[in-house]
C-alpha cells in the first residue's frame, strides 16, 4: 500500500485526484491541500511514500516545493500546463499528467509508482548484489564494488573499481535498485556509494579518484553523506 497525499490550490482539482485514487486499491490517500505550506508541515509530521502535485501554486510552485523537502516521496505532477515536463523529470517524477486526466491515465501513473516502491521495498530488505544488464546478458555485480553511476541519456555507467558495465535503463530506474542506507543521488545524472566518497566539497565530491558534480537539488543528500561520517 502506498501512503499519499494531494496537493492543489484548485479544489475540483483535488476532487478528481480524490475520485481517482479511491478506486486504485493499493493507494491510501492520507489528505488533500488547497494550501501548500499546510502540506509542508503535515509532512514533516507524517511523511508519505508519493505526492499527487499541482505545479502551478500561489506562493510555491510544486516544484519549488519539491526541491525544499528533505526527505523527498516519490511525486507525480498533475497540470494544466506542458511546458514543464522536462524539469518535472529532472527532479524525478514518477509521471507527469496533464489535466484533465482520465481514471485510466491515473491509473498507469499510480502503478509506476507502485512498480518502483516495490523495487525499492525488495533491494532493502535483502541482498548485497544486483544484476546488471548489459546487451544480452546479465551481469551479478557486489554493491560494495559499486563507486558511483552516471547517466547519458537513456543509458547508466555503473562505475566499479576496476572496470565499468553499461546499461539500458534511467538514472531513476538505477536508483530503485540501489539500497538507500549505501547509495545517494548526488546529481540528476550521478549516483555516489558512501563509502567511496573521498573529499566533500561545495560543488562537487570526489568519488574514488573521480570528481563528481553535486546539483543545486542534491546538496542536503551531501550533507547526509557528511553527518555520516562524523
Known amino acids: 500500500m502506498l501512503t499519499a497525499i494531494a496537493i492543489d490550490d484548485e479544489p475540483l482539482a483535488l476532487e478528481v485526484v480524490q475520485s481517482h485514487a479511491s478506486k486504485v486499491p493499493f493507494i491510501d490517500l492520507k489528505a488533500s491541500f488547497a494550501d501548500a505550506f499546510k502540506a509542508m508541515a503535515y509532512l514533516q509530521q507524517e ?55 482520465s481514471l485510466v491515465r491515473f491509473t498507469k501513473a499510480c502503478n509506476k509508482a507502485n512498480e518502483l516502491f516495490l523495487l ?18 546479465q551481469v551479478r555485480v557486489n554493491f560494495e564494488d559499486i563507486c558511483y553511476l552516471e547517466a547519458t541519456g537513456n543509458y547508466v555507467t555503473f562505475v566499479l573499481r576496476d ?27 550521478f549516483i555516489a556509494a558512501h563509502n567511496k566518497v573521498q ?32
Open 47 to 101: 511523511p508519505v511514500d508519493l505526492l499527487f502535485l499541482d505545479i502551478k501554486m500561489p506562493d510555491i510552485s510544486g516544484m519549488e516545493l519539491m526541491r525544499c523537502l528533505n526527505k523527498k516521496p516519490m511525486v507525480i505532477f498533475t497540470t494544466a500546463y506542458s511546458e514543464h515536463a522536462v524539469e518535472s523529470f529532472e527532479l524525478d517524477a514518477v509521471d507527469y499528467l496533464l489535466k484533465p486526466f
Open 120 to 137: 525499492r521495498e525488495n533491494v532493502n530488505d535483502k541482498k548485497n548484489y544486483l544484476f546488471i544488464k548489459t546487451g544480452y546478458e
Open 199 to 230: 573529499k566533500i566539497e561545495r560543488h562537487q565530491i570526489n568519488v574514488n579518484g573521480a570528481v563528481l558534480p553535486v546539483g543545486s537539488s542534491y546538496m542536503q543528500n551531501v550533507d547526509l553523506i557528511s553527518n555520516r561520517t562524523k
Open 163 to 189: 572496470s565499468t558495465i553499461l546499461s539500458r535503463m534511467t538514472i531513476t530506474e538505477a536508483e530503485a535498485l540501489l539500497p538507500t542506507d549505501q547509495f545517494i543521488r548526488v546529481h540528476r545524472s
